[in-house]
């Protein structure tokens, strides 16, 4: 990758090496640098040299963008069969102890991985339900197909579809579908976050008489035991 950003900083007439670090980060892997380089040319043509560095991180966000609308497919995708099954008998297994999984479970990690390979082929999944599927890909992306699935068992619509993308450990996007409310929670990271295409920001609420705590906790940990 460092070599194939080189040879397009050459292209593009520069050796600013912080070009080279955005380079990287917007070609995933070799069968990508052939059309990054042809973006970002046609992107950089017409526009001075020192230009360079905000044309090729706009080509870095419109490539960030389309990711983040395979994301927010995928999770919907996942909660429309959420919603297609919630007064259908389920099917119910004892995955671990405290610990169930139902056939939605299965049926929304298929949908949702469909979305993913259909459009991110070469990409790492690894998911709650149907384990990890490892490629050669930088990019790895995390489902939980069904998100509270003892809420959605005892039909208290509180859950929800999760899917992110990861890569070298960082979270990159990141989407919540809660389907009972139409609820779509999407997150660039380094840009805003927003519900249903709307921006959300940090409350500047800061005493706690004027906060609200909402506690969630795994049935297998000690936090459980001890309360």
């Not at 497919?73 to 139902?102: C, M, N, S, W």
């Not at 949908?111 to 050669?136: F, K, M, Q, W």
Request: proline share 4%; glycine share 6%; aromatic share 4%.
């Amino acid at each position: 990758r460092v070599a194939v950003a080189k040879a397009l900083g050459r292209t593009l007439g520069t050796n600013d090496t912080r070009v080279f670090d955005v380079l990287k980060n917007i070609i995933a892997d070799d069968k990508e640098a052939e059309s990054v380089r042809v973006a970002a040319a046609e992107a950089i043509r017409g526009h001075p040299a020192g230009d360079a560095m905000a044309v090729l991180r706009s080509v870095a966000r419109d490539r960030s963008a389309a990711v983040r609308k395979v994301a927010e497919e995928a999770a919907i995708v996942g909660g429309r069969v959420l919603l297609e099954h919630r007064f259908t008998p389920l099917e119910i297994t004892l995955k671990d102890r405290q610990e169930v999984v139902t056939n939605v479970d299965t049926l929304a990690d298929m949908a949702i991985g469909n979305v993913l390979r259909r459009y991110c082929p070469d990409h790492s999944i690894i998911s709650e339900e149907s384990g990890t599927r490892l490629t050669a890909s930088p990019y790895t992306w995390i489902v939980d197909p069904l998100d509270g699935t003892e809420s959605y068992i005892r039909g208290q619509n509180f859950s929800s579809v999760t899917v992110a993308l990861t890569s070298a450990d960082q979270t990159l996007i990141g989407v919540v579908y809660h389907p009972f409310n139409d609820e779509l929670y999407s997150a660039i990271a380094g840009a805003e976050t927003t519900v249903n295409g709307h921006p959300m920001h940090v409350t500047d609420i800061r005493g706690t008489d004027e906060a609200r705590l909402i506690l969630d906790y795994s049935p297998r940990d000690a936090l459980r035991q001890h309360l």
